[in-house]
């Protein structure tokens, strides 16, 4: 059996961070990050997105926008950091209205790792995403 070397094999294929924006599995933040006081890029997974941030039909109605929702998420997110010592990742939760009349917490994980170009990303996720 042949063995291999991991740090010294060559990298076939390398799906990055600007792929996946532009695919879709991640969604950009970072222009609204920005006015929360993050100053690196920040994401979210697709299941986020679609699964929290953008309201349900019959909550836009109440008030409910991609821009509230997104803050909210941002906000939580900004104070969240602050509180931690833990530099790489960690959960943190937000409230989001659900139904008319029913909130829900949901538990979000953020990681920080390296972009593209080997700077800091934040990107959030749900807690069973890797």
Known sequence: MAETHPESDPIIYRYTR?????????????EWAKETGFHCPVACTAAVWHGYVVPREGL?????????????????LYHAIRRSRRKDQLLFQVIFLMEPERQETVT???I???G???EPVLTILLPNED
Do not use: I, N
């Open 18 to 30: 600007q792929q996946a924006l532009a695919d879709g599995v991640l969604v950009d933040l970072t």
């Open 60 to 76: 836009r109605s109440l008030g409910q926008s991609e821009r509230g929702r997104g803050h909210d998420l941002l906000w939580m």
């Open 108 to 110: 979000l994980k953020v």
């Open 112 to 114: 920080c790792g390296p």
């Open 116 to 118: 593209d170009e080997g």
